[in-house]
């Protein structure tokens, strides 16, 4: 695993990743995720069934089995904050998706495909149903 002082690229990931994905910035100068991180977080949850992605804005809503999970923003995974969640990581960094959201959980150990099909299996009955949408 590369740390981040060994990448002698600019705004890198390696330390958090085993192989070089760059940080993108949008228009406004903020950053969003890479398609790279994304496709890399959905091949790490690809043993589960019902995982699906929705883009909004340059960042990712993670649906599993019809429920929102966890979003990807700025190349970081936050999952939903249920109990389940608070307990398969504890001591994780409380931190909004972005300005203005409600906290979730970072987690930062997406180099195991294990961990997180686990921690997407033990939050599951506890993550919110979906809204029924409006009829116009």
């Known amino acids: 695993k590369a740390s ?3 990448c002698q690229k600019a705004n890198c ?8 994905i760059p940080l993108h910035k949008n228009r406004e100068g903020t950053m969003v995720t890479s398609k790279d991180y994304i496709n890399f977080i959905m091949e790490q949850l690809s043993a589960l069934d019902g995982v699906e992605t929705r883009r909004m804005m340059g960042e990712y809503i993670i649906y599993f089995r019809g429920k929102i999970a966890a979003y990807v ?3 970081r995974l936050l999952v939903k904050l249920v ?15 972005y300005d203005g959201a409600k906290d979730m959980l970072l987690v930062e150990e997406v180099d ?9 299996e033990a939050i599951y009955d506890e993550l919110p149903a979906q809204k029924p949408k409006k009829k116009k």
């Open 4 to 6: 981040a002082s060994a």
């Open 13 to 20: 990931l390696c330390e958090r990743k085993r192989q070089h």
């Open 73 to 75: 923003c700025d190349n």
């Open 83 to 97: 109990p389940a969640a608070e307990k398969y990581l504890p001591g994780a960094r409380h931190e909004p998706p």
């Open 112 to 120: 195991n495909p294990d961990f997180l099909t686990g921690l997407f």
